[in-house]
């Protein structure tokens, strides 16, 4: 660091990060674009010497200039494409071609000959920080200022650009030193560095920041930067020294540090309104006066693929307002607000940047006749009211998909948009980008697993004729309602129901996934007819083949699946229930007069976790009318409480006899503290019946083929009592059958029973184990036919085992119905 006494001058040497200065190559030209001067830099990029460049045409390394006569040409050419910089191609001496960026500039010198300056940079270099992918573009683009001094130090060309510089006029720096022009002691600084160039013979760049003197009186730094220029013979022609303001390239470094700090703040929510609404806020006043987001429905709500770029469909794309901040309170710009979808306007660049996925940028509005807003009025007397008058675009990109886009625009701020404010919107959209795809992701998997567990959860509980059902679910997760509790009530045979409650740890796609083959598992098992130790049991093998699947190797130690269940059959027949559990808590007991207990069950270890030992069950007697409350942890449970002290407090709630299913699921849940839940709360309650006697008839029957006209006649008179006669036939058919292989595969005891309920359901009793196997009997056999016709003439059928036997049971709707054929 060197200071003078002279003048707020500050001359501080640093090395380049990203060699955006020093791998420039850079040649000087003449008239008719002839290399005169070349330099080390130069021959690393297109592979030339100075010996095959200097002397040569321009045109040997730029294709480019081989297609106009003169540099001037070249040039004009260039402002008719709008500016001296671009990108181009240049040749390697190997024949390679490289994408490179152009930068011309004319120089004048004694008398008002003409040379040009031509600086290449290879576009596949780039820095490794966030300050040289905005600082390079920056100094490419800014107006620099040229001087070439000869060996003797003196200014022999010269481009307009410096004189605004340091407000040095021409004729007092064309053949002067810097030391002659500009007096003062760094200008021997200065010089120093020249003659160090000089004398190394590289190309070698050193960036200095210097405070010169403007011709406004005012103080500004500048990017200063020394090229050894060379000959044919390799020898040194002269020093090429470049200067660039680099006083918006310092504020574009400021608010972007501001942008890299504040933007760690853009990752903190999973929720894409909230993320977009926080880039909007980061974005104002920072960046602009006004800023929307705007996100894909795919985004904004997880459903369906995201809008991939370059994609063929015409169809508007669907875009819903997410976040929306302004200098002005209450953001008057913006046409709609949060959460409201958006209009695309036709023509809009909007379309464009969605469909590319490019920026688009507008530093002076054109609300003229026959622009695309002219199509919109609304949105121009927006525009007009706030005095609008500068546009960016940018998408919001991740992968090769748009999730949205965010506009950009000034109305307070008298200054333009300009391609710097671009390259930090830019970042700053990529930097919420990563935020905004990683929430994109999660109301995805959130969408797909709330739609998955809806579907499996139950709509409509009903208990026929065995129980009423009431129940409430409360997810910790309010937003979304996603976990992994489950309940059900399952229909079984002989006017009977199937109780479950289970709880699967967790919460998201995952839980409700695993929540959802567990509740297809035990629907599988209770069609089996088990009973509730044996399903279980059953259960707890599926979770661990579950668990198997998931290895991605075999010598892999099995996933764990945590979850847990109780399940409860109820017969309304004999008011009898049994239950078993793995892992859940015992279901409270409501008799009518309002005692609740919990009965001593015992309680197996979690599904998944055992060691295979089989289950236990217990049998109850229930009164008519008493109440199962059926829960998951969540209902009992709190971090400052012992589990007893929650099933005491749910005792207390549900001690209230008289009182509705529905209102007693409030009043439980009512009892949970007001803070949210940390696990999902699931409660369902049931209120047995019991069948009167006039709706069983039963019969014990003799082991010999008699008891098959037995069975027929005492069926048929049985629902002539019941005023069932349209189901004789087809009732005495099924009787039969089933009566007769009970005698002929089957032991004594044999008994028939008949169930009217919901439907009329017929049941014969054997003392044998084996369950019946239909089989499809051959033309020449003369039995065998037997289950298919009950089949055939049933809605349903099936069998169970029972203490000592099994119960072959089928059930036919009460009303007749044409039976399959």
């Given at each position: 660091?060197?200071?003078?006494?002279?003048?707020?001058?500050?001359?501080?040497?640093?090395?380049?990060?990203?060699?955006?200065?020093?791998?420039?190559?850079?040649?000087?030209?003449?008239?008719?674009?002839?290399?005169?001067?070349?330099?080390?830099?130069?021959?690393?990029?297109?592979?030339?010497?100075?010996?095959?460049?200097?002397?040569?045409?321009?045109?040997?390394?730029?294709?480019?200039?081989?297609?106009?006569?003169?540099?001037?040409?070249?040039?004009?050419?260039?402002?008719?494409?709008?500016?001296?910089?671009?990108?181009?191609?240049?040749?390697?001496?190997?024949?390679?071609?490289?994408?490179?960026?152009?930068?011309?500039?004319?120089?004048?010198?004694?008398?008002?000959?003409?040379?040009?300056?031509?600086?290449?940079?290879?576009?596949?270099?780039?820095?490794?920080?966030?300050?040289?992918?905005?600082?390079?573009?920056?100094?490419?683009?800014?107006?620099?200022?040229?001087?070439?001094?000869?060996?003797?130090?003196?200014?022999?060309?010269?481009?307009?650009?410096?004189?605004?510089?340091?407000?040095?006029?021409?004729?007092?720096?064309?053949?002067?030193?810097?030391?002659?022009?500009?007096?003062?002691?760094?200008?021997?600084?200065?010089?120093?560095?020249?003659?160090?160039?000089?004398?190394?013979?590289?190309?070698?760049?050193?960036?200095?920041?210097?405070?010169?003197?403007?011709?406004?009186?005012?103080?500004?730094?500048?990017?200063?930067?020394?090229?050894?220029?060379?000959?044919?013979?390799?020898?040194?022609?002269?020093?090429?020294?470049?200067?660039?303001?680099?006083?918006?390239?310092?504020?574009?470094?400021?608010?972007?540090?501001?942008?890299?700090?504040?933007?760690?703040?853009?990752?903190?929510?999973?929720?894409?309104?909230?993320?977009?609404?926080?880039?909007?806020?980061?974005?104002?006043?920072?960046?602009?006066?006004?800023?929307?987001?705007?996100?894909?429905?795919?985004?904004?709500?997880?459903?369906?693929?995201?809008?991939?770029?370059?994609?063929?469909?015409?169809?508007?794309?669907?875009?819903?307002?997410?976040?929306?901040?302004?200098?002005?309170?209450?953001?008057?710009?913006?046409?709609?607000?949060?959460g409201e979808p958006t209009v695309v306007p036709p023509a809009s660049p909007l379309l464009a940047v969605l469909?590319?996925?490019?920026?688009?940028?507008?530093?002076?509005?054109?609300?003229?006749?026959?622009?695309?807003?002219?199509?919109?009025?609304?949105?121009?007397?927006r525009i007009h009211r706030h005095g609008v008058h500068s546009m960016m675009i940018v998408p919001i990109r991740?992968?090769?998909?748009?999730?949205?886009?965010?506009?950009?625009?000034?109305?307070?701020?008298?200054?333009?948009?300009?391609?710097?404010?671009?390259?930090?919107?830019?970042?700053?959209?990529?930097?919420?980008?990563?935020?905004?795809?990683?929430?994109?992701?999660?109301?995805?998997?959130?969408?797909?697993?709330?739609?998955?567990?809806?579907?499996?959860?139950?709509?409509?509980?009903?208990?026929?004729?065995?129980?009423?059902?009431?129940?409430?679910?409360?997810?910790?997760?309010?937003?979304?309602?996603?976990?992994?509790?489950?309940?059900?009530?399952?229909?079984?045979?002989?006017?009977?129901?199937?109780?479950?409650?289970?709880?699967?740890?967790?919460?998201?796609?995952?839980?409700?996934?695993?929540?959802?083959?567990?509740?297809?598992?035990?629907?599988?098992?209770?069609?089996?007819?088990?009973?509730?130790?044996?399903?279980?049991?059953?259960?707890?093998?599926?979770?661990?083949?579950?668990?198997?699947?998931?290895?991605?190797?075999?010598?892999?130690?099995?996933?764990?699946?945590?979850?847990?269940?109780?399940?409860?059959?109820?017969?309304?027949?004999?008011?009898?229930?049994?239950?078993?559990?793995?892992?859940?808590?015992?279901?409270?007991?409501?008799?009518?007069?309002?005692?609740?207990?919990?009965?001593?069950?015992?309680?197996?270890?979690?599904?998944?976790?055992?060691?295979?030992?089989?289950?236990?069950?217990?049998?109850?007697?229930?009164?008519?009318?008493?109440?199962?409350?059926?829960?998951?942890?969540?209902?009992?449970?709190?971090?400052?409480?012992?589990?007893?002290?929650?099933?005491?407090?749910?005792?207390?709630?549900?001690?209230?006899?008289?009182?509705?299913?529905?209102?007693?699921?409030?009043?439980?849940?009512?009892?949970?503290?007001?803070?949210?839940?940390?696990?999902?709360?699931?409660?369902?309650?049931?209120?047995?019946?019991?069948?009167?006697?006039?709706?069983?008839?039963?019969?014990?029957?003799?082991?010999?083929?008699?008891?098959?006209?037995?069975?027929?006649?005492?069926?048929?008179?049985?629902?002539?009592?019941?005023?069932?006669?349209?189901?004789?036939?087809?009732?005495?058919?099924?009787?039969?059958?089933?009566?007769?292989?009970?005698?002929?595969?089957?032991?004594?005891?044999?008994?028939?029973?008949?169930?009217?309920?919901?439907?009329?359901?017929?049941?014969?009793?054997?003392?044998?184990?084996?369950?019946?196997?239909?089989?499809?009997?051959?033309?020449?056999?003369?039995?065998?036919?037997?289950?298919?016709?009950?089949?055939k003439l049933s809605r349903r059928w099936g069998s169970r085992s029972t203490w000592g036997g099994k119960v072959?049971?089928?059930?036919?709707?009460?009303?007749?119905?044409?039976?399959?054929?």
């Amino acid at each position: 660091m060197t200071t003078t006494s002279d003048g707020p001058v500050t001359i501080r040497k640093q090395q380049l990060n990203a060699n955006a200065l020093s791998d420039a190559a850079i040649a000087l030209l003449d008239e008719w674009g002839t290399v005169v001067g070349w330099t080390k830099a130069a021959e690393r990029l297109v592979g030339r010497s100075a010996a095959e460049a200097v002397g040569r045409p321009a045109g040997l390394a730029l294709p480019a200039f081989a297609e106009v006569p003169t540099t001037a040409a070249f040039v004009e050419r260039c402002l008719a494409r709008n500016g001296w910089s671009g990108t181009t191609q240049a040749r390697h001496r190997d024949g390679r071609m490289l994408d490179v960026s152009l930068r011309i500039s004319e120089l004048k010198g004694l008398g008002g000959a003409t040379r040009w300056l031509v600086t290449l940079a290879d576009e596949g270099v780039s820095g490794d920080t966030i300050d040289e992918s905005v600082r390079g573009p920056l100094l490419a683009r800014a107006p620099i200022g040229v001087v070439i001094r000869d060996v003797q130090l003196r200014c022999v060309w010269m481009n307009d650009t410096i004189e605004h510089h340091d407000g040095v006029p021409r004729d007092q720096r064309l053949g002067h030193r810097f030391t002659e022009a500009q007096p003062c002691a760094e200008s021997e600084v200065i010089e120093a560095m020249m003659r160090q160039v000089l004398q190394s013979g590289t190309t070698k760049v050193h960036e200095y920041r210097t405070w010169l003197r403007t011709d406004l009186g005012q103080d500004r730094p500048f990017a200063v930067s020394f090229h050894c220029l060379v000959d044919a013979d390799g020898q040194a022609l002269g020093v090429c020294v470049i200067t660039a303001d680099v006083t918006e390239s310092r504020l574009v470094r400021e608010r972007l540090a501001t942008v890299s700090e504040a933007s760690g703040r853009l990752g903190s929510t999973l929720d894409v309104m909230q993320a977009s609404q926080e880039l909007a806020d980061l974005a104002v006043p920072l960046l602009a006066d006004y800023v929307a987001v705007d996100l894909e429905l795919s985004a904004a709500f997880g459903e369906g693929p995201p809008m991939l770029i370059g994609a063929t469909d015409k169809r508007l794309p669907s875009l819903r307002r997410a976040g929306i901040a302004s200098v002005r309170h209450g953001a008057p710009e913006s046409p709609w607000r949060r959460g409201e979808p958006t209009v695309v306007p036709p023509a809009s660049p909007l379309l464009a940047v969605l469909r590319t996925g490019r920026s688009h940028l507008e530093p002076m509005l054109d609300i003229g006749a026959g622009t695309w807003l002219d199509r919109s009025p609304d949105l121009t007397r927006r525009i007009h009211r706030h005095g609008v008058h500068s546009m960016m675009i940018v998408p919001i990109r991740t992968r090769r998909a748009v999730l949205g886009s965010v506009l950009f625009l000034r109305s307070h701020e008298p200054s333009s948009f300009q391609e710097a404010d671009l390259r930090l919107a830019e970042e700053l959209v990529n930097r919420a980008a990563l935020s905004l795809d990683n929430a994109r992701r999660y109301a995805r998997e959130q969408t797909a697993a709330l739609t998955l567990q809806r579907n499996l959860l139950p709509r409509h509980l009903t208990g026929g004729t065995a129980v009423d059902v009431a129940s409430r679910y409360l997810p910790a997760d309010m937003d979304h309602g996603v976990g992994g509790d489950w309940f059900d009530v399952i229909a079984l045979s002989g006017a009977r129901v199937g109780l479950v409650v289970g709880d699967v740890v967790g919460h998201g796609l995952h839980a409700a996934a695993t929540m959802g083959r567990l509740r297809t598992a035990v629907h599988t098992l209770a069609d089996m007819e088990l009973p509730p130790d044996e399903l279980l049991t059953h259960l707890d093998d599926t979770v661990h083949r579950l668990g198997e699947e998931e290895c991605d190797a075999p010598e892999q130690v099995p996933v764990t699946t945590g979850a847990t269940c109780l399940y409860a059959v109820y017969d309304p027949a004999t008011r009898r229930c049994t239950m078993a559990s793995a892992g859940h808590p015992p279901p409270a007991i409501v008799d009518p007069h309002g005692r609740v207990t919990y009965p001593e069950l015992p309680t197996g270890a979690p599904l998944g976790v055992g060691l295979g030992e089989p289950m236990e069950s217990v049998e109850l007697e229930l009164a008519e009318g008493s109440v199962l409350a059926l829960y998951t942890d969540g209902l009992v449970e709190r971090r400052d409480q012992d589990i007893e002290e929650g099933m005491h407090r749910l005792a207390t709630a549900l001690a209230e006899p008289g009182r509705s299913l529905e209102d007693l699921c409030d009043i439980a849940t009512k009892t949970l503290p007001d803070e949210a839940p940390f696990d999902d709360v699931t409660l369902m309650l049931v209120r047995t019946r019991c069948l009167d006697k006039s709706q069983l008839a039963s019969w014990a029957l003799p082991g010999d083929h008699s008891a098959v006209r037995d069975a027929r006649r005492l069926a048929a008179a049985q629902l002539k009592e019941w005023g069932l006669e349209d189901l004789e036939d087809p009732t005495k058919l099924i009787v039969g059958e089933l009566v007769t292989n009970a005698i002929t595969h089957g032991t004594v005891p044999i008994g028939l029973r008949l169930i009217r309920h919901n439907v009329l359901t017929c049941e014969v009793f054997d003392a044998n184990c084996c369950a019946p196997q239909p089989r499809r009997a051959r033309t020449t056999d003369e039995n065998g036919r037997g289950l298919l016709l009950v089949g055939k003439l049933s809605r349903r059928w099936g069998s169970r085992s029972t203490w000592g036997g099994k119960v072959v049971w089928a059930e036919q709707d009460l009303r007749p119905h044409h039976h399959r054929s």
